[in-house]
């Protein structure tokens, strides 16, 4: 484990210094503004938007973000995409494993699972805190230049590849939480299946 951990620092590391020696690059900006996101999505009405505070927002570096909360029939959702005109040292996504647990939240399950759509399967990862009795379910992945990827060493390899061939190097975390009872499992699915058509036309 300790072996693994550092390989993977040590590649980390590698990737930065090299992603910083490719410079050139293109900024990709959004089809439209996340602003125009919809507020219904399949049965699901948007109920409130939330922001950061200014100073995570910078240290972040998106470039335009949400974070909505949807409900269907008393059960809610939280959704947020952060998008990137082009990733670079100090400013690109960062895994919501390495954020998200914190303020007593722990993590409990880690997986990745796969969903069939209708335009194929795709891979992307389930997450679940708990913090007391409380739990939360959560799925995330990694969307981008016509890609989604839910391991996220796997998302860095194909952003340095595209800004070497592409001149690109755009990208979105998208993310869905809800509280962790029965039915949460279909609720995020359901949203999931709705969402990827419409991130579609926002996502370069």
């Known amino acids: 484990m300790i072996k693994r951990a550092l390989f993977l620092s040590i590649l980390l590391l590698a990737f930065s210094f090299l ?32 922001r950061m505070p200014s100073e995570v927002e910078k240290i ?49 399950e880690e997986k990745i699972i796969t969903l069939q759509t209708p335009s194929g399967s795709i891979k992307i990862n389930r997450f679940v805190l708990q913090k007391g009795g409380e739990k939360l379910l959560v799925y ?13 060493y796997r998302d860095r390899l194909y952003l340095l590849l595209d800004r070497l061939l592409k001149k690109r190097s755009d990208g979105a975390l998208i993310r869905l939480i809800t509280s962790y009872q029965a039915g949460a499992e279909k609720l995020l699915q359901e949203f999931t299946l709705a969402l990827l058509p419409i991130l579609n036309e926002f996502l370069p």
């Open 60 to 108: 972040l570096g998106v470039d335009d973000y949400l974070m909505w909360d949807y409900c269907r029939q008393k059960k809610c959702l939280s959704l947020y995409i952060g998008f990137f005109e082009e990733q670079q040292e100090g400013a690109m996504i960062h895994s919501p494993k390495h954020c998200m647990p914190g303020g007593g939240w722990l993590p409990v």
């Open 140 to 152: 995330y992945w990694y969307q981008g230049r016509g890609r989604i990827v839910a391991d996220e």
């Open 19 to 50: 992603l910083e020696a490719v410079s050139t690059q293109h900024p990709t900006p959004l089809k439209k503004p996340l602003s125009f996101f919809p507020k219904t999505i399949d049965g699901f009405s948007f109920q409130r938007a939330s």
